[in-house]
């Protein structure tokens, strides 16, 4: 089992920016692709962005050259860098880690944090 935990959600002013991490713990041996997604009330959850083991990085059209999201394989942790933030980024933001075997058999999620733009 995996264990996720979002953190470092909040109200922020529109043009703000804000670090949100997610932290790994449990059977974290094999885990590869994490990922970033959100969801806005009334819409479908959709990926952020996301980050493999080795670093490599995939962004949605809507938060390229804003968000950046980087990984500490050591500490089983992830970030994801909001800037410029709009009033459209706002949603819950959890992360997922991605299926992998044989060690991930299935997904995982956070519990989601909390995201608010304000004008």
């Known amino acids: 089992q995996v264990q996720l935990v979002e953190s470092g959600g909040g109200l922020v002013q529109a043009g703000g920016s804000l670090n949100v991490s997610c932290a790994a713990s449990?059977?974290?041996?094999?885990?590869?692709?994490i990922g970033w997604y959100r969801q806005a009330p009334g819409k479908e959850r959709e990926l952020v962005a996301s980050?493999?083991?080795?670093?490599?990085?995939s962004y949605a059209a809507s938060v390229k050259g804003r968000f950046a999201i980087s990984r500490d394989n050591a500490k089983n942790t992830v970030w994801l860098q909001m800037n410029s933030l709009k009033l459209e980024d706002t949603a819950v933001y959890y992360c997922?880690?991605?299926?992998?075997?044989?060690?991930?058999?299935?997904?995982?999620w956070g519990q989601g944090t909390q995201v608010t733009v304000s004008p």
């Open positions: 997922k880690v991605e299926p992998r075997l044989p060690l991930i058999r299935r997904e995982y």
């Open positions: 449990g059977s974290t041996a094999g885990i590869d692709v």
């Open positions: 980050i493999s083991f080795g670093g490599v990085t």
